[in-house]
């Protein structure tokens, strides 16, 4: 048995608890895990309770890291695992901080996909295939990524994304028009035939100067 003979609170911002044992430093412990964990001086605490703080401070600094990692836009499940774990949390750390996001509804893949979906669709359109192949490399299920994805109306968004290039090329000059716009859709994702429709149409307009 250990006795806790001292909890002093840091001069950091984060206002971290150290804890000593019979008169030592051990480590140190966020303010959340001493009012949790109900720790006092004059308490006496076994090893498998000084393991168990240790692993309660470490899923706290873990749940803290993941936290700020989310602040800047949603992300999957696999994207904060992969995170977490390249940061040198343990699997069962990592995973039992997924499972609190999750209950606390921080981390949710359907949603993750359906903002992943708009915001490509509002600010670069690509490809359902191609949409559906990046939410896959982001880890989300294939049953997710189905039910995200099925709106996306290829000819519609083939069409929004070349709607600023086409205006910049020369009117005159009708392959260099097919053969720039035609590579960028491609890299977006479309088919063959999409981009046929599409580069017709938007020549089409230029003509009539409806794109102007």
């Not at 803290?64 to 040198?88: F, I, N, V």
């Not at 069962?92 to 490509?120: C, H, P, S, T, Y």
Request: glycine share 8%.
């Amino acid at each position: 048995m250990k006795m806790v003979t001292a909890l002093r609170v840091g001069k950091g911002r984060q206002k971290r608890v150290n804890l000593f044992l019979d008169g030592k430093f051990v480590f140190s412990l966020e303010a959340e895990v001493v009012a949790e964990k109900k720790l006092h001086v004059g308490q006496e605490l076994t090893e498998t309770q000084v393991e168990a703080l240790a692993r309660a401070e470490r899923f706290h600094c873990c749940l803290r890291a993941a936290t700020r990692y989310l602040s800047y836009r949603l992300r999957s499940e696999s994207e904060l695992r992969g995170r977490l774990r390249r940061h040198g949390y343990d699997r069962d750390i990592v995973e039992a901080a997924v499972v609190r996001l999750k209950e606390q509804g921080l981390v949710d893949d359907a949603a993750f996909a359906r903002f992943w979906k708009d915001n490509r669709q509002a600010f670069r359109p690509r490809s359902q295939r191609l949409t559906g192949l990046e939410l896959r490399r982001k880890g989300v299920s294939r049953e997710i990524i189905d039910q995200v994805v099925g709106d996306i109306e290829d000819d519609d968004s083939a069409y929004r994304a070349v709607l600023g290039r086409a205006r910049k090329l020369n009117l005159s000059d009708y392959e260099n028009f097919r053969s720039r716009l035609g590579g960028f859709l491609r890299r977006r994702g479309f088919g063959y035939e999409v981009i046929g429709h599409t580069l017709e149409r938007v020549w089409r307009e230029r003509g009539e100067g409806g794109l102007e």
